[in-house]
């Protein structure tokens, strides 16, 4: 991550976007801290600024009971909102002990294929105290209200469009087709736009 902006825009930045908030409970009746990665600005936000930020404001406020993450993956691109290896290292290693041991569990929606992989290679060198094990993935919304309480949390359109996607495209999950918006039913042979899905396989 790399500051080109003052720490207090930054830091009014992460309140705009609503990158972090506590709202909803699962089926346990944890608190849950929903996550949007898409709204990360990673280009902009030093790691120290984010981190006074989840001292100041998110640690306090989840208090000292269990609780639990939704961290929503969807549309997550690592040029754009990926804070990056060592940005998140340092991040978890600055959370409070006590604020680790309540943390019961890391709902992980739409991981996709490069994601997995990551954290099957990376996950427990990168994340001490157990945190890998209670990482959970979530590959459709409908196996999240497994866990958490549907009609308590807010959940933002773009994360039902991508899920309706999925429903229709399921190799999406596994890597063997991009994401990229194509016209569906379109012809499979010589269709340029075919190709770039093709081209763009990750």
């Not at 936000?45 to 001292?55: A, D, F, I, M, P």
């Not at 899920?163 to 495209?169: A, F, I, T």
Request: charged share 25%.
């Amino acid at each position: 991550m790399s500051s080109q902006i003052s720490e207090s825009d930054q830091e009014q930045l992460i309140q705009k976007l609503d990158i972090f908030k506590i709202h909803g409970k699962d089926k346990r009746g944890r608190k849950i801290l929903r996550v949007t990665g898409k709204f990360f600005p990673a280009r902009f936000l030093s790691v120290e600024v984010l981190k006074k930020y989840l001292e100041e404001n998110i640690f306090p406020r989840l208090g000292k009971k269990p609780f639990s993450v939704l961290y929503v993956h969807t549309g997550v691109q690592r040029s754009e909102n990926f804070p990056g290896i060592s940005a998140l290292r340092s991040i978890y290693d600055a959370i409070p002990v006590n604020v680790k041991d309540n943390l019961q569990a890391v709902y992980f929606l739409h991981p996709g294929l490069q994601a997995r992989l990551f954290l099957a290679t990376f996950g427990r060198l990168l994340f001490s105290g157990g945190l890998y094990g209670k990482l959970r993935y979530v590959n459709r919304l409908d196996y999240l209200w497994e866990h958490v309480r549907r009609n308590e949390i807010e959940i933002p359109d773009f994360v039902y469009d991508h899920d309706e996607d999925l429903e229709y495209r399921p190799m999406m999950d596994y890597g063997l087709e991009s994401d990229h918006p194509r016209v569906y039913g379109a012809p499979a042979v010589d269709s340029p736009v075919s190709m770039y899905s093709m081209r763009c396989i990750s």
